[in-house]
């Protein structure tokens, strides 16, 4: 009798034991639906062979509301108008029309200012990445060992990375005055910041076997990292630099808004003027250099990769 009340007992708490799991485990997975799933209840569909399976409501008319509605409040806010645009779009044809139909005879007078921009692109292109290597060989974690002047530099190159070019060109027209100096030094500190951050990232992710190595040997940092670890990066760093020399062509011809020199300035004067054909002249000549630009880059990488 006592054998058969014990495993009565433990029968009993053995039920009462499972009943307490499943009822945390129905709480566990009530906990796990998601609320949209708790607001919105799964369709429930029966399967031609008798088996139901609960498929959840779609998100996507939630996601069209709240987009709607983000597009409503910013439109309110920033005054668009509908029906101005369309009572306008005619305007639009009428200066493409104009920018598309470009005043040949007036190319002559784009060429010093073009070679202006040019000019501005190369040193502040050059200065730029110049000081943006040795800076982004103390920003690598696998480099630099010393966690606060890692995060100081860091910080800096995302502080300088955060301001556009045309930013830097009005802080230095002020500073300096007008001209392409200005407009050099905006280059110069716009693609600091972007090397920078990119070839930092490029030295986190070489092989330090050597650079370990040249360090075992006794030498110092930049020691090992130019002998172990410069070849690596070297073709990373060249594309990095190609890459902002074609973006810069292209910031700095619209420096000039701001009085940094360069093509910006005789568009700002063009447009002023009302002389659209004299834009299209000058926006086809940046698009063709640009476009042969971007085929020398594409050439100079295709020998250094």
Sequence with gaps: MTKHRDAGKKEREHDIAMAVEKE???????????LFDRIFKPEHIVLPNG??????????PLILLALLIAIII??????FDFNLLLNRINQLGVILGKIFNPNWEFFPKVVPPLIGTIKMSIVGTVIGCVVALPVSIFASSNINKNRPSLLIIRFIISV??????????YFFVLVFGLGTFAGSLAIAFFTFGIVAKMLYENIETIDMGPYEA?????????QSFWTACLPQILPQFFDNCLYCFELNVRNSSILGYVGAGGLGL???ERVGLRQYNDVGMILLTIF???MTIDLVNDYIRSKIV
Excluded: C, W
């Design 51 to 60: 088996h139901s399976v609960d498929r959840p409501r779609s998100r996507m």
């Design 266 to 268: 005789l568009i700002n």
């Design 160 to 169: 300088v990375r955060s301001l556009p070019a045309i930013v830097y060109a």
């Design 24 to 34: 945390e485990h129905k709480h566990d997975v009530k906990t796990k639906i998601p």
């Design 214 to 222: 040249m360090q075992s040997f006794g030498a110092n940092t930049l």
């Design 288 to 290: 063709v250099v640009v």
């Design 74 to 79: 910013a439109a309110r806010s920033t005054g």
